[in-house]
């Protein structure tokens, strides 16, 4: 899969912009607060319908402009696809694929395949599980329309629950019993996911951390759960989680919030057998990201039979040689889009089919 082309209209610091890409490797080159992010961000808002960096829309639109629009033509081993999405100040936002009209942003998950890497997430390594969480979500729903379901259908449910609990008497112990037997259905759909997911970053993970670490270091993801046994089908999950719910309720009811289930859960990274989040060091954790992020993407091509286009924001120089050489070595059949301030300590290790964009100033200054 790849990126053809990209339109944009009134996108951050971007009044006009239009490019073709080659399919190969592409540098987008400038100083910084230039707009090189922001074409990356562009293109990564066609495959999820939200930014990797706010969960604000309106802050896309430019700020002298009343409305954004992103064309994102893509080239896929069947049919292309052309994505088209205008974004409004009231937060509304209007999708169109091959230009019919899509009423859910369901329908847009898929259409097009993006992994973003950027130093943001170093944050999946190193800070709070929200942020593994929230990886192990996005993942998920790219890949399956039936998780993105169920994960909107149990944070409703939890908020209801939370609020329920709240305001907390003892007539409504009937209310809570349904809620605990929809949030265990819908939680243990994701619980199952989440535990598959684990299994294959642990089965991708370790070839590439092998090889970026010359076998030195072994990696290993582990998730962590209230529910214990992993080998388990989805209605055995269910009834655990159930248990678990109805176990937890009184100290729940104490506490206001419900305190078990996947909305507290967590997955740790270790490395030869040491946790990286407490233990690894700074090196250890930017490697450890760039192995989730390269198996992310095995992951993705296994399921859709072909590569999703990978964006590299500013990651480069942030990694010594070894690592850099590695990245460069791996992407020979994957589309990447990478940003940076200058390539001259890359250039010897780029194949020619590469297109270099000069960035200044929301505008390409040359093409090549
Ligand atoms: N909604 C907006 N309207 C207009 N300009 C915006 C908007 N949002 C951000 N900008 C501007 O875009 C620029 C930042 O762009 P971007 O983050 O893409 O920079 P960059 O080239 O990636 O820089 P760096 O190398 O520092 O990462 C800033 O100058 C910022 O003020
Ligand atoms: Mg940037």
Known sequence: MYVESLKLNNFRNYYELNMNFTTGVNILIGDNAQGKTNILESIYYCS???????????ELINWQRDESYIKLHVGRQRLDKNIEIKIFKDGKKGIK??????????????????VMFSPEDLKIVKESPANRRKFLDIELCKLDNKYYYNLVKY?????????????????INDVIDIYDEQLSEFGAYIIKERMLYIKKLNLKGKKIHDEISSGIESIKFKYLSCIKEIEVSKEDLKSQLKEQLIKNRSSDIEKRGTSIGPHREDFS???????????GSQGQQRTAVLT??????????????????????DVLSELDINRQKYILNSIKNVQTIITCTGIDSIREYLDDDVKVFNIKNGMITNKN
């Open 97 to 114: 694929i091959n230009s019919i009209k899509i009423n859910k942003l369901s329908e847009l998950i898929g259409v097009f395949n993006a």
């Open 292 to 313: 989730i992020k390269f198996s992310s993407l095995e992951i993705i091509k296994d399921i859709i039979n072909e590569y999703p286009v990978l964006l590299l924001d």
């Open 48 to 58: 999820i319908g939200k930014s990797h960096r706010t969960n604000k829309d309106k």
């Open 269 to 279: 990274i270790l490395i030869n057998n040491v946790d990286v989040k407490s233990f």
């Open 155 to 171: 944070n409703k449910v939890l908020d209801e629950r939370n609020t329920m609990l709240k305001k907390w008497n003892s007539q």
